[in-house]
């Protein structure tokens, strides 16, 4: 029996875990749950007029990306001290990662007990 594509894509709304190494060698994980449609036109429109490079990848840096326990790694009041102070290509390589859904499932993380549809 064929399965509904709709239930197959509401499983892929997990939450996932990236583990990125900065440049310092320093590894840190990165909890997120992938990007939905209504985000990323969500995410444009706010970034429609910033004309700064990595606008937008900024912005969906600060509105996904969580520690474990749920909390927001970042804040918008924070853009202008992330783009002066952190390694462009550390927080690129977060960008990446969430854009590109990257990472592992959280719930198959054996280290995590978390995971699973937790929003």
């Given at each position: ?6 239930e197959l894509?509401?499983?892929t709304?997990?939450?996932r ?10 590894v ?8 939905t449609?209504a ?10 007029n910033d004309k700064?490079p ?5 912005r969906?840096l ?5 520690y474990e326990?749920g ?6 009041a924070?853009?202008g001290?992330m783009?002066q102070?952190f390694a462009?290509a550390d ?11 990257g990472g592992?499932l959280?719930?198959?993380?054996p ?9």
């Amino acid at each position: 029996m064929a399965k509904n594509i709709k239930e197959l894509l509401k499983k892929t709304r997990q939450r996932r875990k990236a583990e990125i190494t900065l440049s310092t060698g320093d590894v840190v994980e990165m909890y997120f749950l992938p990007l939905t449609e209504a985000e990323d036109e969500k995410i444009r429109e706010a970034v429609e007029n910033d004309k700064r490079p990595n606008a937008y990848g900024f912005r969906v840096l600060v509105n996904k990306a969580e520690y474990e326990d749920g909390t927001k790694m970042f804040n918008l009041a924070e853009l202008g001290m992330m783009r002066q102070e952190f390694a462009k290509a550390d927080l690129q390589q977060m960008m990446i990662a969430l854009i590109d859904n990257g990472g592992v499932l959280a719930s198959e993380d054996p280290k995590s007990d978390k995971g699973g549809d937790q929003e």
